[in-house]
C-alpha cells in the first residue's frame, strides 16, 4: 500500500510561485511512477505532470514551460515529488492531487491517491 501526503498550497498572486511537495512511502515506492493533478468545480481531474521511476518527465500542454515535475529518490523506503509551479494563472487555481502508478511508467493505472493541497491563484 502506498500513503502519499502533499502539502505547499496557499494562496498566491498571478505571476507568483509555489512549490508543492508530494511525500510517498509505500512498497517499491521509488520504482513507480508519480504524477500531478488539478481538480476544478465541475471538471474531471487534470493530468498535469507526470514522471516515471527513471526521471522522465511528460506535461500537459496548460502547464508546459511554467510547471517542472521532479522527483527525490534518495531514501530507499520513500520519495518526494514536488511540482515547482512559476508564472502561475487565475486558471491554475484548484486542489492539487499526488497520484502514484501500478508500475515504473505512466502507461498503467493509478493506484494511491493524496489528500490534495488547495491552491488559490487571485490579486
Known amino acids: 500500500q502506498v500513503q502519499l501526503v502533499e502539502s505547499g498550497g496557499g494562496l498566491v498572486q498571478p505571476g507568483g510561485s509555489l512549490r508543492l511537495s508530494c511525500a510517498a512511502s509505500?512498497?517499491?515506492?521509488?520504482?513507480?511512477?508519480m504524477s500531478w493533478h488539478r481538480q476544478t468545480p465541475g471538471k474531471q481531474r487534470e493530468l498535469l505532470a507526470a514522471?516515471?521511476?527513471?526521471?522522465?518527465?511528460?506535461?500537459?500542454d496548460s502547464v508546459k514551460g511554467r510547471f517542472a515535475i521532479t522527483r527525490d529518490s534518495t531514501k530507499t523506503t520513500t520519495t518526494t515529488v514536488y511540482l515547482q509551479m512559476d508564472n502561475l494563472k487565475l486558471e491554475d487555481t484548484g486542489v492539487y492531487y499526488c497520484?502514484?502508478?501500478?508500475?515504473?511508467?505512466?502507461?498503467?493505472?493509478?493506484?494511491?491517491w493524496g489528500q490534495g493541497t488547495a491552491v488559490t491563484v487571485s490579486s
Open positions: 497520484g502514484s502508478y501500478d508500475s515504473a511508467t505512466w502507461l498503467t493505472r493509478i493506484n494511491s
Open positions: 514522471i516515471d521511476a527513471g526521471h522522465g518527465k511528460k506535461y500537459s
Open positions: 509505500g512498497f517499491n515506492i521509488n520504482a513507480r511512477a
